[in-house]
């Protein structure tokens, strides 16, 4: 796939997807095939970000973009991510979105869940955050404020799927920073009901903006998650 202000040349060839698809989001501040690193460590650095357990850009002949994409698994409450340096949180909105692919989700009880894609408002996400998870019932929209603050984190059950064990779409979400509001999205699409966010939780224009991929497991027991992504985007207004 291409790159588009992850810090690596798009890759050559016309028939490239991800090159195609990020070809059409050239006002991006990130669109990423994911492909044309030798590792995922050369995929954090192009990123400024950093690299925590061990995720992996393995060859996926079906991938939106061949030949590669990021998988991440995460058991025993390991935790398997790459992050990006932040970028500086616009004046109106943010949209996060990804192809994704779940391959194992050993999630049973009620309290189990596995976050997969997020953004930080702050330094960390201590500070607060917006973020999708998988749940036994399927997968959630979620926002936090920061660390501290009174008020419990929000989730939305965004959808009963996804089915595992093949690409099942594009998934992520749009913050409206003047509505104070987060929208699930589906291949580029609004899916579900807005959510209203709590102040804390709501991007101060100009603060840092983390970006992350990969599994976060806050499960009881040994749940074995695995996901996997390509052409990622990362559009501020």
């Keep these: ?17 991800g090159a195609t ?3 059409a989001h050239p006002s991006a501040a990130l669109c990423d095939g994911l492909d044309g690193y030798a590792d995922v460590g050369a995929l954090a650095k192009a990123w400024g970000g950093e690299v925590v357990g061990s995720p992996l850009l393995v060859g996926w002949g079906d991938a939106p973009s061949p030949p590669h994409a990021l998988s991440a698994s995460s058991s025993n409450g390991k ?15 943010i949209r996060l979105e990804h192809a994704l692919r779940v391959d194992s989700k050993n999630l049973v009880s009620f309290l189990d869940y596995a976050v997969i894609d997020g953004v930080a408002l702050g330094s960390s996400p201590d500070d607060g955050a ?4 998988l749940v036994p019932a399927g997968l959630t929209l979620n926002w936090r404020e920061p660390s501290g603050v009174g008020s419990l984190p929000g989730t939305y059950l965004l959808d009963g799927g996804p089915a595992l064990g093949s690409w ?10 003047d509505k104070k509001t987060v929208q699930g999205l589906h291949d580029g699409q609004p899916h579900g009901d ?7 939780a709501v991007p101060t224009p100009g603060d840092p ?7 976060v497991s806050a499960s009881l027991g040994a749940a074995l998650v695995t996901v996997a992504y390509d052409d ?6």
């Design 21 to 23: 698809y990020c070809a």
């Design 209 to 215: 903006l983390g970006v992350g991929l990969g599994v």
């Design 130 to 133: 917006i973020y999708l998870a």
């Design 194 to 200: 807005p959510q209203s966010l709590p102040k804390g």
């Design 168 to 177: 099942a779409g594009r998934w992520g979400f749009e913050v409206d920073i």
């Design 79 to 93: 935790n398997a991510y790459v992050t990006h340096a932040p970028f500086a949180a616009p004046q109106h909105k």
């Design 232 to 237: 990622v985007l990362v559009e501020l207004e």
């Design 1 to 17: 796939g291409g790159h588009g202000a992850g810090g690596a040349p798009a890759d050559a060839g016309a028939t490239d997807a």
